[in-house]
Nanobody, 124 residues
Framework: QSQLVESGGGSVQPGGSLTLSCVASGLPLKDRAACWFRQAPGKEREGVSCISNSGVSTIYADSVRGRFTVSRDNAKNTVYLQMNSLKPEDTGVYSC?????????????????WGQGAQVTVSS
């Protein structure tokens, strides 16, 4: 039973935008950091972005910095990832994770709860 559910994925042309949402149900979110990860076929999962529990601090992978924006609304138990100027290399399955994934860097091993993932495809 998934307690984190991503939505907002889909197909978009290069240069387009998508917004992913990660909604938590039945688990605490407001007191935990949240991170976004992605995995392309044949590649390892990589960290994309994280946001602190309060939303004050954020971190981005070099590959997405300046194009992606992470945010959260704790009242709605939701974390967002706004993706702009999308490139084909952004294609992959994007997953939301919460827990100890943001302790100064994006840490996959610190995730306590994972979402199922949402497919993002960027192509002409």
């Amino acid at each position: 039973q998934s307690q984190l559910v991503e939505s907002g994925g889909g197909s978009v042309q290069p240069g387009g935008s998508l917004t992913l949402s990660c909604v938590a149900s039945g688990l605490p979110l407001k007191d935990r950091a949240a991170c976004w990860f992605r995995q392309a076929p044949g590649k390892e999962r990589e960290g994309v972005s994280c946001i602190s529990n309060s939303g004050v601090s954020t971190i981005y992978a070099d590959s997405v910095r300046g194009r992606f924006t992470v945010s959260r609304d704790n009242a709605k138990n939701t974390v967002y990832l706004q993706m702009n100027s999308l490139k084909p290399e952004d294609t992959g399955v994007y997953s939301c994770g919460v827990g100890w994934c943001y302790r100064g860097s994006i840490d996959t091993g610190g995730v306590e709860d994972w979402g199922q993932g949402a497919q993002v495809t960027v192509s002409s």
